[in-house]
């Protein structure tokens, strides 16, 4: 048997960019029109926003990363607990949960802490702005 090859060459190197990871992880479900939003946000600043139908794919400029940052840290989102609920809950509330630096904070319309509701304000216009935009993928049930 006789083996042949190329023993003493190898093939360069391709340089792959890194993987992106993740930056926020944002679901926003509830309230009298049943919402089931996600957003999620890479460092390289690609968004994926999906509802029950469609996902959208938004490029984020460097400024707008930038800005979600300062929101969070501004809101000293690290120091938060993990859990704020209303009282009394209803069906009719907005829930929202917010990954952020491995740390998660969940929260309802009457109980959102002062100090993340610009940071929910933005995730939500950025949602807003990528639902009026035509969609990537549609999903049919």
């Keep these: 048997m006789i083996v042949s090859g190329c023993l003493g060459s190898r093939a360069p190197l391709v340089s792959?960019?890194?993987?992106?990871a993740v930056l926020v992880d944002y679901y926003r479900t509830g309230g009298i029109a049943g919402i089931q939003d996600r957003l999620v946000v890479f460092d390289n600043g690609v968004a994926i926003v999906s509802s029950r139908t469609e996902n959208h794919e938004v490029e984020l400029n460097q400024?707008?990363?930038?800005?979600?940052?300062?929101?969070f840290d501004q809101g000293r989102f690290s120091t938060l607990e993990g859990n704020y609920s209303g009282r009394h809950g209803s069906a009719d509330l907005i829930k929202y949960t917010?990954?952020?630096?491995?740390?998660?904070?969940?929260?309802?319309d009457t109980a959102i802490p002062p100090s993340i509701q610009p940071v929910i304000?933005?995730?939500?216009?950025?949602i807003s702005t990528s639902?009026?935009?035509?969609?990537?993928?549609?999903?049919?049930?």
Aim: proline share 10%; charged share 25%; hydrophobic share 40%.
């Design 98 to 108: 917010i990954i952020y630096r491995n740390k998660t904070v969940s929260a309802e």
């Design 63 to 71: 400024t707008d990363i930038t800005r979600i940052i300062q929101l």
């Design 131 to 141: 639902i009026t935009a035509e969609p990537t993928v549609t999903i049919i049930y």
């Design 16 to 20: 792959r960019p890194p993987i992106p």
């Design 121 to 126: 304000d933005e995730l939500n216009r950025i």
